[in-house]
Structure formats: structure tokens, C-alpha cells
């Protein structure tokens, strides 16, 4: 599926820095990378169940799963537990076989019209502090391990969003601040940096997002020239002190 830059992508990513903002950006910046349709924040910084913010979502879901469905959530389960090494699951790995057939109802999928769920926890340090949950329709298949591997790439960037911003309360300051090494980039040359930081070859990168292997090593000399880097080594050491001094203190 082909990734679109769009004026949009760059006008959300610059909204306010709250919770429910950083969670509407991701959504808009991400929908056309996994085909969801609506998504969900657990904003967990002040600790376990954390506030829930719910994106392109009917208005009676969130009082609905709060009221009836988190306690017995696997998602909240997953993450209460801190147990994924990788910080990227699929809400169908999370139920047992005997219960994925009765996946939609008990999970509040149905009557809203949606169908399957990936979750990428936020992490700080060794805590999850945040999860964003990507949401598709019933009708468009559950996501894949390309999609997971997509995910996994994409994960250090939203954490650089997250922890940079919205974790030091800073209210008015973009989510892609200035400071930020990528911030000349576009947002295709990020997820292309992203990709290539994890260790993804341009063939490989190419096939994930629907381009051209020539489209992808051009986008890839934007990159090392926009950040000063030599080779994917420097740009991988980049995003990785960028994304430890996002952190906060």
C-alpha cells in the first residue's frame, strides 16, 4: 500500500502537543501506511489503566469500554504486564484460540464496525507509559507481519514524538520540534529513514511502501544529506541518541 505525502501529514504533526493531538496525528500520518481506519491512545504516564483517547470512533465507544470492556481487555492485560520484548502485537495473538471467534463482541468491535487491532507500546526506559492501538474495519483482513515489521520500524519515531513532547507537558510545542535532527525531512523521507535505521535494505523498503527500488535510494541521498550522516550506520545512531534525549529526565 502506497504512502501519500500530503500538506495534511505536515499541518497535524504541528498541532498541539496534548495526548488527544498526538494521538489524531499518528492517526492521520499512519492510516495510509496500514490501511486502519480509527485508532486508540492509552496515554499511561501517570500510570496503569492510564486515559483513553479515541480517534474516528462512534461517540458512545469510549464510555462503553470504560464502563464494560477494560477490565477484561487482553490489551490492557498485555500491556499491564509489560511482557512484549518488541513493543508490537496483534489483538488476535493476544485471545486464545477458543475465543477468537468471539473476538468482535467481546472486544467492542462489532457494533462499531471495526474489525482488527495492532498495538505498538510507547516505552520509557523500561516502562510502557503509552500504547497506540491501529484499528482496520471488519472487512479488510487483520494486519500482517509486514505490517508488524512496518510497525516495529516506525515504533523509535513515534517514541521520539511521544517522550519528547507530550511526556515534558509541553502544550504548544509540535510534535516534530525544530530540535529534531529529521525535522527537514518529509514525512516520506522519515518512514524511509525509519526503515533503513532498523536495517532494512532499499529492495526491501521498496516492496513495503509500494515504491520503486531508484525512488527509495533517492530518498535515501535526501536523508544522508538532510541529516549529515555518511551511511545508514551514522543515521541509525542518530535516531537512536535522538530518541534517548527525547526522553525525559
Known sequence: MPIHDSAAVASDLSRPATPAAFAEAAMLSLRPVFGASRAVLSDRQRGRPGEMHFVNWP??????????????????SWLDREASENGVTRLSELLPATRRAALPRETLLADSGAGFVLIMALREQNRIVGALSLVRDAGHGDFDERDRGLALALLPLLEMAYHGVIARGAATVPLFAGNDPLHALTP???????????????????????????????????VLDKTGTRNRTELSALIGSQRETARPG
Not at 535494505?201 to 535510494?217: E, F, G, V
Open 59 to 76: 461517540s458512545w465507544c469510549q464510555a462503553h469500554y470504560c464502563a464494560e470492556v477494560r477490565a477484561r481487555d487482553p490489551i490492557r
Open 188 to 222: 516520506r523521507e522519515r518512514q524511509v529513514a525509519a526503515l533503513a535505521a532498523a536495517g532494512h535494505p532499499n529492495k526491501s523498503i521498496a516492496r513495503m511502501l509500494d515504491a520503486s527500488p531508484w525512488t527509495i535510494k533517492n530518498h535515501m541521498r535526501a
